[in-house]
């Protein structure tokens, strides 16, 4: 089984900074795409950013310039420093990693638990 798991949400202030990790774990050979996507209450489900393997970032325009996603394939670890956070950031902050298993080996899309972030005016 693949489990993705999410860290570092909280509360900030207005133009604070927070950076989420997801490390991916489980019978895994290989993963493509890594990203974060996020839902504010009311809303759909967005993307925030991906990043995929030997490849650039791609970027919410909501978000350029100030959040950098990165990631450490070593450890299938994806990361996302948000700066000068806007309490329009506020949402659940989702893991998303595209990749292939022991037992299924082509590649599918796994979500994790998702963490929260509130950024308070």
């Known amino acids: 089984q693949v489990q993705l798991v999410e860290s570092g949400g909280g509360l900030v202030q207005t133009g604070g900074s927070l950076k989420l990790s997801c490390a991916a774990s489980?019978?895994?050979?290989?993963?493509?795409?890594m990203g974060w996507y996020r839902q504010a209450p009311g809303k759909q489900r967005e993307l925030v950013a991906t990043?995929?393997?030997?490849?650039?970032?791609i970027y919410a325009d909501s978000v350029k310039d100030r959040f950098i996603i990165s990631r450490d394939n070593a450890k299938n670890t994806v990361y996302l420093q948000m700066n000068r956070l806007k309490p329009e950031d506020t949402a659940v902050y989702y893991c998303?990693?595209?990749?292939?298993?022991?037992?299924?080996?082509?590649?599918?899309?796994?979500w994790g638990q998702g963490t929260q972030v509130t950024v308070s005016s």
């Open positions: 998303n990693a595209n990749l292939r298993t022991v037992l299924y080996t082509s590649y599918n899309s796994y």
């Open positions: 489980g019978s895994i050979l290989s993963i493509n795409v």
């Open positions: 990043m995929p393997s030997g490849g650039s970032a």
